[in-house]
């Protein structure tokens, strides 16, 4: 669910139907689920579990509905889903990764190369484009009423450990490694400062521009992807 334009796209996830935000809601729960599975539902010594947590409030998932999820894990009866990666190319030649968690590989397989071949993409094997893109956090502030201090944020984000800060349309981008992502989050909630975003993403080293007509067929790849059930998320290199 990231891009270049990070503005962009996040008003585009946050504009969306009540419909469409409730799936969102139980994908970050099925993400919670799974990783209260492989590593305990303590936040503290389970650092994936915390960062989902941090997700999942950017998200504006309520505390009860997290803790409800967290719960309902931790019990025996939750169901299980194994995580699965497919890589590709979209229109154009933009990398795609999709993040999937499925009880049924034969099932998602099948829906996520459709998704590629519908619109123009080829589904690749593993490897073929994730040498492209690294692993970071990423904290989206914003500044839409232009109302934030970008050196005071700036400095406190530094100084918590942040890699790299970023002005953009509207917002501020913050950059993390992945070690540092909670520790630099809870710096900047304690200082009181809001997320549009903040999660571990994977982040290109380089940007695909597309044609108009291969941006509505990569936009479209996109919407079939993230409306698929199984599909956690979608990261890409087209600069939209």
Not at 122 to 131: D, E, I, R
Request: with cysteine; charged share 30%; aromatic share 8%.
């Amino acid at each position: 669910m990231s891009g270049h334009s990070k503005w962009k796209n996040i008003m585009h996830k946050k504009e969306k139907t009540d419909a469409a935000r409730a799936k969102v809601f139980t994908k970050i729960g099925k993400e919670i689920a799974m990783a209260v599975r492989d590593g305990g539902a303590d936040p503290v010594s389970n650092t994936k579990l915390r960062d989902l947590i941090t997700k999942a409030k950017s998200l504006n998932v309520p505390n009860d509905n997290i803790k409800r999820i967290i719960d309902k894990a931790s019990s025996d009866n939750s169901a299980t889903y194994e995580f699965v990666v497919y890589e590709g190319y979209g229109p154009g030649g933009v990398a795609v990764i999709v993040e999937a968690a499925t009880d049924n590989r034969n099932r998602t397989a099948p829906e996520v190369r459709h998704a590629f071949d519908k619109f123009g993409g080829n589904l690749g094997t593993s490897g073929c484009v994730s040498f492209l893109f690294s692993e970071k956090g990423v904290i989206v502030v914003s500044n839409e009423d232009g109302d934030v201090d970008e050196d005071a944020l700036m400095d406190a984000a530094l100084e918590a450990g942040a890699g790299d800060f970023m002005p953009e349309e509207e917002c501020f981008e913050i950059y993390t490694e992945p070690a540092d992502f909670s520790a630099v989050c809870d710096a900047l909630s304690e200082k009181g400062y809001t997320f549009l975003s903040a999660e571990i993403e994977k982040v290109p080293a380089t940007y695909v521009e597309l044609s108009e007509e291969q941006g509505i067929a990569m936009q479209k790849m996109l919407d079939l992807l993230e409306d698929n059930d199984d599909v956690q998320n979608v990261w890409h290199n087209w600069d939209s």
